[in-house]
């Protein structure tokens, strides 16, 4: 491990030890399971995960790659540019906390990651958000 990565994972580990409950004040913590019911971003989501397609709040259901698996991805891996692909840019209207800065918040099959813009490196992840 290179002096680089033991600072990052550092910084991360501060990060959730100061965020332990990031989803206490969530939209769906606060709202239950059908949270996302009459949100826009979620106009075309029938409740359902389709084999071969992910659906991805204002997008909409996109095709799973064959090479981009994102039950493999924990915190403290790289995550394939395929899986930081979709960002959350509305991320305090769901009740996140701000992410740090060079991170950004993503939308992962259901479940949402804080991930490390320059590499995809997973510092946070919220597993099964809708």
Known sequence: MSVREGARDQQASLWRQRHVDVDHNTAWKKSGGDWWKGRSGFKDYDGHHHHHHRF????????????????????????????????????????LPRPPAGCKWVWLDGSIALVQESDGYVIQILRNVF
């Open 56 to 95: 991805i709040p204002d997008i909409g259901y996109v095709d799973e790659s064959t090479d981009c698996r994102f039950d493999t991805i924990e915190v403290g891996v790289l995550a394939p540019p395929c899986a930081t692909a979709y960002g959350l840019t509305d991320w305090s209207s769901y009740g």
